[in-house]
């Protein structure tokens, strides 16, 4: 009997790692898990599995095991480990980077609004990746030449990040990102009032049907992966309001298309029909109001306000916060005022 193997690609964070499972043959002799990963799973080597493992990444009947553990029939085994990288030249480019913290395992940034996190196609040079290698040398890669990523931002996303400075720490980081243990929340402006002060948004998110360049929400979960946001109101504009919100998985676009799914679609967001008057009166000076808004924020309100993990090294909680961007700060000045001076 074969060994079931399921391999899944995940969306955000997750998407920079593969998951491995295996169901072990009831034929199977005794053998150490490091040899017998490493026969199974292509283009590894057994110094990342025995990292993998020594960083609790690796898994047999739901438990952490040592790379010295001898795998026994049917045992189930869960491994996670960031894919192979991809040859592609990275061009060292000196672009600052706003740090927020960091020591020997860790750099924690705040990342600006457009930048590209890792070249890609039509990327290929000005992005944090290029900067990254600029600025630090011998970052462990992963991810088709990504180094230090264990999660990512979209490139007109701003805030806070955290990227991996040694082989230890991008797979202590990831598999707290996989296992849903690290803590996320953003703020956005969104178009819109709510009636209820908080709540949760569930459905799959997967690539549209009609356009694989935006993502969907499938209610259904007949296609796409589990997503779920969890929302607040921080304040009411009337026709937008400022909220906060914690993830508690990490799909590609999945606040701007959860949002957009029960009607509220981000501020500006151009991607997803957020960049036209969805609320708000048909006056000229309204229509001025809102441009005036776009100009000074030409993009998606969206901002990763903070971010807690467990140090790879200590063991500790760490949290990290910043404060808004300039741009959504300028907005939410300019409906403070227009909310105080409304006469309808």
């Given at each position: ?77 869960s ?6 990288p ?39 040079t000005?992005?944090?990746v ?21 999660h990512r931002l979209?490139k ?16 202590h ?84 298309i ?11 967001d ?34 990763a ?40």
């Amino acid at each position: 009997m074969q060994e079931d193997i399921e391999e899944d690609q995940f969306d955000e964070e997750q998407e920079l790692f593969e998951h491995h499972k295996f169901i072990v043959d009831k034929g199977q002799e005794f053998v150490r898990i490091d040899k017998f990963l490493m026969d199974r799973i292509p283009n590894t080597s057994r110094s990342k599995i025995q990292t993998a493992a020594s960083s609790g990444n690796i898994l047999v009947n739901t438990k952490t095991v040592k790379s010295n553990y001898k795998v026994k029939p049917l045992d189930e085994i869960s491994i996670v480990l960031p894919y192979p990288p991809r040859v592609l030249e990275l061009i060292p480019e000196n672009i600052p980077i706003n740090i927020v913290y960091e020591d020997d395992d860790v750099l924690v940034l705040n990342k600006d609004a457009n930048m590209v996190v890792h070249p890609g196609y039509g990327n290929y040079t000005g992005t944090l990746v290029n900067a990254l290698v600029y600025h630090f040398d011998n970052l462990p890669d992963n991810s088709n030449n990504r180094p230090g990523l264990v999660h990512r931002l979209d490139k007109n996303t701003t805030g806070i990040m955290v990227i991996a400075k040694t082989e230890h720490a991008m797979a202590h980081l990831s598999n707290q990102f996989f296992e849903r243990t690290t803590e996320r929340r953003y703020n956005a402006i969104v178009w819109g009032d709510f009636e209820e002060d908080e709540g949760t948004v569930t459905g799959n998110v997967g690539r549209s049907l009609k356009n694989r360049k935006v993502m969907s929400v499938f209610p259904e979960g007949d296609y796409g992966k589990h997503a779920v946001t969890h929302y607040k109101v921080l304040k009411r504009f009337g026709y937008v309001t400022l909220i906060e919100c914690k993830l508690e998985t990490g799909r590609t676009h999945q606040i701007r298309i959860h949002m957009k799914h029960i009607g509220h679609n981000l501020f500006n967001d151009n991607e997803y029909g957020g960049d036209s008057i969805l609320k708000g009166t048909s006056f000229a000076k309204y229509k001025q109001f809102i441009n005036n808004c776009f100009d000074i924020l030409p993009r998606q309100a969206l901002h990763a306000k903070s971010l807690g993990f467990t140090h790879p090294t200590s063991g500790k909680w760490m949290q990290f916060d910043s404060e808004l961007p300039e741009d959504m700060q300028m907005v939410l000045k300019k409906w403070d005022t227009y909310v105080a001076n409304r006469e309808d």
